[in-house]
């Protein structure tokens, strides 16, 4: 079946670091991939998608691109920022509309 | 402004009861859904509707039960079968897959449930 795997947190930052959190997927034919994001007592909020293969998704400084020979789907930022701070998921969307998701990674920004 | 509220933030529960969360969406999609949210475990799929008038069971349905009589509505009844009904219950809706392939999943803000 599908299913997402993604790095273990939380990750530490300082303000102005790069961010890379790990996203990797297993699944048949040619999913959709998502990133969102929770913050602290809120529901998710969808941060980027791509829906093919070599699609790079983007927002808010946030990128991911999709890269089916490696099924993965990496997030990054240049600069990370205190308001950065949140729980990240991935996820992928295979057959009637399902969604997917990893376990979420914490990222703790320090000023 | 368009969006989906679920209600109450945090509802408390005694044993044996049936207690239901409420989810209403002004977006007109026409798909909704339920989602458990555990620490470290993700989102797990409880219930997920297409259409008006009809549901399916997601990944971790027992215990639960839906309902879905109008389109803006999708409400969630955690009955006292479900042992383990500490959680945080998140509703998402988004189009029909007939309409528009892999939209995305827009999420309410969630219902923490605890026993007392």
């Known amino acids: 079946g599908n299913s997402v795997t993604q790095m273990e947190g939380p990750v530490t930052l300082s303000e102005e670091a790069f961010l890379t959190i790990n996203c990797t997927y297993t699944?048949?034919?040619?999913?959709?991939l998502f990133w969102y994001v929770q913050y602290p007592g809120e529901g998710l909020q969808l941060l980027l998608k791509?829906?093919?293969?070599?699609d790079k998704g983007s927002n808010k400084g946030f990128e991911a691109t999709y890269r089916k020979e490696t099924t993965s789907f990496h997030l990054e930022k240049g600069s990370v920022q205190v308001s950065d701070s949140a729980v990240y998921f991935c996820?992928?969307?295979?057959?009637?509309?399902?969604?997917?998701f990893g376990t979420g990674t914490r990222l703790l920004v320090s000023p | 402004d368009g969006g989906i509220t679920q209600s109450p933030k945090y509802l408390f529960r005694k044993e044996g009861q049936n207690v239901t969360l409420s989810c209403e969406q002004n977006?007109?999609?026409?798909?909704m859904y339920w989602y458990r949210q555990d620490p470290g475990q993700g989102l797990r799929l409880i219930y997920y509707?297409?259409?008006?008038?009809?549901?399916q069971k997601g990944d971790i349905a027992e215990g639960y039960s839906v309902s879905r009589e109008k389109k803006e509505s999708f409400p969630l009844t955690v009955t006292s079968a479900q042992k383990n009904p500490t959680a945080f219950y998140l509703c998402?809706?988004?189009?029909?897959?007939?309409?528009?392939?892999?939209?995305?999943?827009?999420f309410g803000d969630g219902t923490r449930l605890s026993i007392l």
């Open positions: 998402a809706s988004s189009l029909n897959i007939g309409r528009a392939f892999n939209q995305p999943q827009h």
């Open positions: 996820a992928l969307m295979g057959g009637f509309q399902k969604l997917v």
């Open positions: 509707s297409q259409i008006v008038n009809d549901f």
């Open positions: 699944a048949t034919g040619y999913p959709s």
């Open positions: 977006l007109n999609h026409d798909a």
């Open positions: 791509a829906t093919k293969a070599d």
